[in-house]
């Protein structure tokens, strides 16, 4: 099953006697196991009916014997596994899968591991007996829709320029989105359009010089654009060091060597391998057109070596601000 679909089964209070979570993403994870730890039990219901416990910390046996007991003035008990991957003697809650007690709610919650052993015959039993959900990463290209998404059910929107800022300044982490996008829905007014503005000042970044602005600059190759940002990074380099640049800038010239290779260059393509909004795309054209790969390969070289001075190696003389500036320049000429 999916999130949405188990998601909404637990809202119209339909539930299973054994939930299986696992995977790369642990905020689909989180979100899961919170929403069964606080509502299908009453805060009264908790204090009898409610146990919460890590893997480290217990053995199957001790699981069993928790999710076998009855409820006490209820009609469920919530039993929640958290790091289940921590539990040693796992394969022994066999018997308990094999049979389930009806009135218990089993929760596995297995945190930071890819994959669960699907060798072991309790897992083949769970795929039988269990609610089972892999949460997978978010591929690049679907980050946007699910910001998009979860703004909507809060009542708000987003514009495209806004949206590419604020995850390019947070990232793919969705437990970091969602926690900005809380702030968002509380500080401002329902049925609103969120801007750059509102982006910029919610996060604590400045809209106009930042590193998404300066590959933007350098893509189109605007020079004064450039350098004015690089101004602003080095009057400020605790807040923006050099070698979060560069590593940004890398994966920024990966990217459009990625591009270059694509048979299909259209605008959708683009935007899809590049894992943008297709608004964006004609940047990456541009930038495409800008950059041949045999310049792509040079600066991929200045980058390598620039990394290489930050840390120590072949250290010269020069201040990060020059540095940076050499390294500018080398890219744009």
Same mark, same amino acid.
């Given at each position: 099953?999916?999130?949405?679909?188990?998601?909404?089964?637990?809202?119209?209070?339909?539930?299973?006697?054994?939930?299986?979570?696992?995977?790369?993403?642990?905020?689909?994870?989180?979100?899961?196991?919170?929403?069964?730890?606080?509502?299908?039990?009453?805060?009264?219901?908790?204090?009898?009916?409610?146990?919460?416990?890590?893997?480290?910390?217990?053995?199957?046996?001790?699981?069993?014997?928790?999710?076998?007991?009855?409820?006490?003035?209820?009609?469920?008990?919530?039993?929640?596994?958290?790091?289940?991957?921590?539990?040693?003697?796992?394969?022994?809650?066999?018997?308990?899968?094999?049979?389930?007690?009806?009135?218990?709610?089993?929760?596995?919650?297995?945190?930071?591991?890819?994959?669960?052993?699907?060798?072991?015959?309790?897992?083949?039993?769970?795929?039988?007996?269990?609610?089972?959900?892999?949460?997978?990463?978010?591929?690049?290209?679907?980050?946007?829709?699910?910001?998009?998404?979860?703004?909507?059910?809060?009542?708000?929107?987003?514009?495209?320029?806004?949206?590419?800022?604020?995850?390019?300044?947070?990232?793919?982490?969705?437990?970091?989105?969602?926690?900005?996008?809380?702030?968002?829905?509380?500080?401002?007014?329902?049925?609103?359009?969120?801007?750059?503005?509102?982006?910029?000042?919610?996060?604590?970044?400045?809209?106009? %010089?930042?590193?998404? =602005?300066?590959?933007? *600059?350098?893509?189109?190759?605007?020079?004064? @654009?450039?350098? !004015? &940002?690089?101004? $602003?990074?080095?009057?400020?380099?605790?807040?923006?060091?050099?070698?979060?640049?560069?590593?940004?800038?890398?994966?920024?010239?990966?990217?459009?060597?990625?591009?270059?290779?694509?048979?299909?260059?259209?605008?959708?393509?683009?935007?899809?391998?590049?894992?943008?909004?297709? %608004?964006?795309?004609? =940047?990456?054209?541009? *930038?495409?057109?800008?950059?041949?790969?045999? @310049?792509?390969? !040079? &600066?991929?070289? $200045?980058?390598?070596?620039?990394?290489?001075?930050?840390?120590?190696?072949?250290?010269?003389?020069?201040?990060?601000?020059?540095?940076?500036?050499?390294?500018?320049?080398?890219?744009?000429?």
């Amino acid at each position: 099953m999916d999130f949405e679909q188990i998601l909404a089964d637990l809202k119209n209070k339909i539930y299973k006697p054994i939930y299986l979570f696992y995977g790369e993403e642990s905020f689909f994870i989180d979100e899961l196991t919170n929403y069964i730890q606080q509502n299908v039990l009453t805060e009264t219901e908790k204090a009898f009916n409610q146990d919460i416990v890590y893997g480290k910390d217990i053995t199957a046996t001790n699981l069993i014997e928790l999710s076998r007991a009855f409820p006490m003035m209820a009609n469920y008990r919530v039993v929640i596994l958290k790091e289940a991957q921590d539990l040693k003697d796992f394969k022994n809650l066999e018997p308990y899968v094999q049979n389930p007690v009806n009135s218990t709610i089993l929760v596995l919650s297995f945190k930071n591991t890819a994959k669960v052993d699907k060798r072991l015959k309790v897992f083949n039993l769970l795929s039988k007996n269990a609610v089972v959900f892999e949460s997978k990463r978010l591929y690049e290209n679907q980050v946007y829709p699910w910001i998009e998404k979860t703004l909507r059910e809060n009542g708000l929107s987003i514009h495209t320029e806004a949206l590419r800022l604020f995850y390019e300044s947070i990232g793919a982490d969705l437990s970091r989105l969602s926690n900005e996008i809380k702030k968002l829905v509380i500080t401002q007014e329902k049925g609103k359009q969120i801007s750059k503005e509102d982006i910029a000042f919610n996060i604590g970044i400045n809209r106009d %010089y930042n590193i998404f =602005e300066l590959q933007k *600059a350098i893509g189109l190759k605007d020079k004064l @654009k450039c350098y !004015q &940002i690089l101004d $602003y990074f080095s009057k400020d380099p605790r807040a923006n060091p050099l070698f979060a640049t560069v590593n940004r800038l890398f994966d920024y010239f990966t990217k459009i060597i990625k591009l270059h290779m694509l048979q299909d260059k259209s605008k959708q393509s683009v935007a899809n391998a590049a894992g943008v909004h297709p %608004y964006f795309a004609e =940047e990456y054209l541009i *930038a495409m057109k800008n950059y041949p790969m045999s @310049k792509l390969i !040079q &600066i991929v070289s $200045y980058l390598r070596e620039t990394d290489m001075k930050l840390k120590g190696v072949g250290a010269v003389s020069i201040s990060d601000a020059d540095l940076s500036k050499e390294l500018l320049y080398k890219i744009l000429h």
